[in-house]
């Protein structure tokens, strides 16, 4: 599901219009006149995603490029999850790589020129990961180096695996009961077609050992 998403700048606030399909929803912003910088409110999201929660859906999750926050304080936030909703939305913004950023002002950062995309979409595809098993009830991992460790900061996030421990593993197939193969089969696709050579020969090993 792709959300088209429509800003428009009226009057020093930030006009943001969430569409997916026959669905056209105002999220709530904030806005700094001065960098021209703004950030959509996490809950706000949530509603939008109630709304076009495909019926059946166990939970529905948003990943955006866009800045978030919850309250007025915030820096920002790198997601909020509502059990009760079952929705969540997660931002892989601060996750971009030489992203310079102060950390008193939320509007005061800078998006560098060039940056490694590869390392962009790794970072992301581990916040996808992690966040989605907590949305399935997982709680932080206390045995391995694995992707569901818990993390205090970014530093400490970046160092995660990309990877399931055996544990959690086969909590993610009790759920959904998946061909154990096929799924290392196809991560090992995914990370071949985008060359990221550290994680294809990982897999491949797993993939070597499973036949
Ligand atoms: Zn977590
Ligand atoms: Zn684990």
């Known amino acids: ?6 800003t428009e700048e009226k009057k020093n606030t930030m006009i943001v219009k969430a569409k997916y399909d026959q669905v056209c929803y105002e999220l709530k912003s904030r806005y700094d006149n001065k960098s021209k910088h703004f950030q959509i409110r996490a809950n706000s999201i949530h509603e939008f995603l109630t ?5 059946g859906a166990k939970s529905l999750i ?3 490029e866009y800045d978030i926050f919850i309250d007025d304080s915030d820096l920002f936030v790198a997601g909020l999850c509502n059990g009760l909703l079952r929705v969540g939305v997660f931002s892989i913004f601060r996750y971009m790589p030489r992203l310079k950023f102060c950390e008193e002002k939320w509007y005061e950062y800078t998006i560098p020129q060039n940056f490694d995309h590869k390392t962009w979409l790794k970072r992301s595809c581990k916040l996808m990961i992690h966040e989605t098993c907590h949305l399935l009830g997982f709680a932080h991992c206390v045995y391995k ?3 569901m460790n818990g993390s205090g900061h970014l530093k400490e996030d970046f160092r995660q695996s990309m990877f399931l421990c055996p544990i959690d593993l086969k909590k993610l197939w009790l759920i959904l009961n998946f061909d154990m193969k096929k799924r290392y089969e196809l991560l090992k696709q995914f990370f071949d077609e985008r060359k990221c050579s550290k994680e294809s020969r990982w897999l491949g090993k797993v ?5």
């Open 1 to 6: 599901m792709e959300v088209e998403i429509q």
């Open 51 to 55: 709304k076009i929660a495909p019926k």
């Open 62 to 64: 948003g990943f955006t």
């Open 145 to 147: 180096d694995c992707c």
């Open 207 to 211: 993939v070597k050992t499973l036949e």
